[in-house]
């Protein structure tokens, strides 16, 4: 079985622009998590969904946004972004909301 | 109250030795603590999982200890190989299997041959 597919592994983008990271899940997992992790902070909680629906979400401003698709493929957007937005951007997926979790490997974004 | 303090930040064993990594958290209310392992260039792997209702919980050589009266916890891995050098998270979550995890901030460990 495939495992938590992201793209793409690497961004390199300006300050001020808008990105979006995809995350594919695998195959029949339902849930898809977002985390950010940075050397200062750490793994942090960005948003979780299911069924295409916004089910929890981390403390991070409203430039950060999602969505799940009917596929449960999901997307997360960054706008506007400053140059602490550079981290390794982390999709999770599970079969369900009481799963353990399916860390892909990550997109990294450097913000310049 | 959300935090989740991991020691050390990094960590030198010899091959055949026991690694021991420590968590201590503040908020009773969580109630699923897993411990992932990350290696550089992957994402988090999950290692093993426990309850505070569960003293100890063991899966080949990884052991976690849980004091829920301290609300501490520590992974120990027994007879540490070279290949079990990695970043190690714990986390926490306010049940078990939630998606939202709050992390600890990693150990680096390095297994000497």
């Known amino acids: 079985k495939a495992g938590v597919t992201q793209t793409p592994r690497y961004l390199i983008k300006t300050r001020g622009q808008q990105v979006t990271l995809s995350c594919s899940p695998i195959?029949?997992?339902?849930?898809v998590s977002w985390y950010q992790q940075t050397p200062g902070q750490g793994l942090q909680f960005l948003f979780e969904y299911f069924s295409e629906t916004q089910r929890n979400k981390g403390n991070f401003p409203g430039r950060f946004s999602g969505r799940q698709f009917s596929n449960s493929r999901s997307e997360m957007n960054v706008s506007t972004l400053e140059l602490g937005d550079s981290a390794l951007y982390l999709c999770?997926?599970?079969?369900?909301?009481?799963?353990?979790?399916?860390f892909g490997n990550g997109t990294r974004l450097t913000v310049t | 109250q959300q935090q989740v303090k991991q020691s050390p930040q990094s960590l030198i064993v010899q091959k055949g030795g026991i690694s021991i990594i420590n968590c201590a958290y503040e908020n009773t209310a969580f109630d699923y603590f897993p411990w992932y392992q990350q290696f550089p260039g992957k994402g988090p792997a999950l290692l093993i999982a426990i309850r505070p209702d569960v003293s100890e919980k063991k899966e080949g050589r990884f052991t976690i200890s849980f004091n829920k009266s301290a609300k501490q916890f520590s992974l120990h891995i027994m007879d540490s190989q070279p290949g079990d050098s990695a970043t190690y998270f714990c986390a926490a979550s306010m049940r078990w299997g939630a998606q939202k995890l709050v992390f600890g901030q990693g150990t680096r460990l390095t297994i000497n041959p």
């Open positions: 999770a997926s599970s079969s369900d909301r009481n799963s353990p979790l399916h």
């Open positions: 195959s029949g997992h339902r849930s």
